[in-house]
T-cell receptor, first 117, second 114 residues
Framework: GAVVSQHPSRVICKSGTSVKIECRSL??????MFWYRQFPKQSLMLMAT?????????EQGVEKDKFLINHASLTLSTLTVTSAHPEDSSFYIC?????????????FGPGTRLTVL | QKEVEQNSGPLSVPEGAIASLNCTYS??????FFWYRQYSGKSPELIMS????GDKEDGRFTAQLNKASQYVSLLIRDSQPSDSATYLC??????????????FGRGTQLTVWP
């Protein structure tokens, strides 16, 4: 159990366009999902915490108007990178919180590799 | 500041040896501790979780937790080349933190050579 999917797995776009990434929990409900970004050979960087039915909480330094997060249901959160630029090229990974247990384990999606030309 | 420290490595061990990965954390009130494995170009995969002091074993993996020393480790017995990856230590802090949020170390790169 605890499977998280992401779509697309890889996307290449032109500078200035917007890209939407979907994160789905397939076999459980996730009231909380997290969005991370990882540059090559660097650690995970938390971008924002997404809560179903409410506004996302962004980490310091992350532009909320550039990285739009919507968590409309208990199984789906989306991240939209608006007006993408080459410096936004990165590996974007979501995770979903398996709540309902005492210890709240996070399970990661397979990631989306974004390349902005 | 909730810090999680790991030796970045690389740690290199021969096949069949025991690999020992270490992690320290700054928040004494931390409750839950996790080890994730991340292969190059892939997302992290949860391999172990530990919540109480002592050892927890799962197959070739043993997690060890010492809350007094604020130290958590992962032992991999009979290491295999397929264990070569970056291992991320993650800590769920105590109160005053977003529900479920984890703090990650920078990861230790492990190479198991045949």
């Amino acid at each position: 159990g605890a499977v998280v999917s992401q779509h697309p797995s890889r996307v290449i776009c032109k500078s200035g366009t917007s890209v939407k990434i979907e994160c789905r929990s397939l076999d459980f409900q996730a009231t909380t999902m997290f969005w991370y970004r990882q540059f090559p050979k660097q650690s995970l960087m938390l971008m924002a915490t997404s809560n179903e039915g409410s506004k996302a909480t962004y980490e310091q330094g992350v532009e909320k108007d550039k990285f739009l997060i919507n968590h409309a249901s208990l199984t789906l959160s989306t991240l939209t990178v608006t007006s993408a630029h080459p410096e936004d090229s990165s590996f974007y990974i979501c995770s979903a919180l398996l709540a309902g247990r005492s210890y709240n384990e996070q399970f990661f999606g397979p990631g989306t590799r974004l390349t902005v030309l | 500041q909730k810090e999680v420290e790991q030796n970045s490595g690389p740690l290199s061990v021969p096949e069949g040896a025991i690999a020992s990965l270490n992690c320290t954390y700054s928040d004494r009130g931390s409750q839950s501790f996790f080890w994730y494995r991340q292969y190059s170009g892939k997302s992290p995969e949860l391999i172990m979780s530990i919540y109480s002091n002592g050892d927890k074993e799962d197959g070739r993996f043993t997690a060890q937790l010492n809350k007094a020393s604020q130290y958590v480790s992962l032992l991999i017995r009979d290491s295999q080349p397929s264990d070569s990856a970056t291992y991320l230590c993650a800590v769920k802090p105590g109160r005053g933190s977003t529900l479920g949020r984890l703090y990650f170390g920078r990861g230790t790169q492990l190479t198991v050579w045949p």
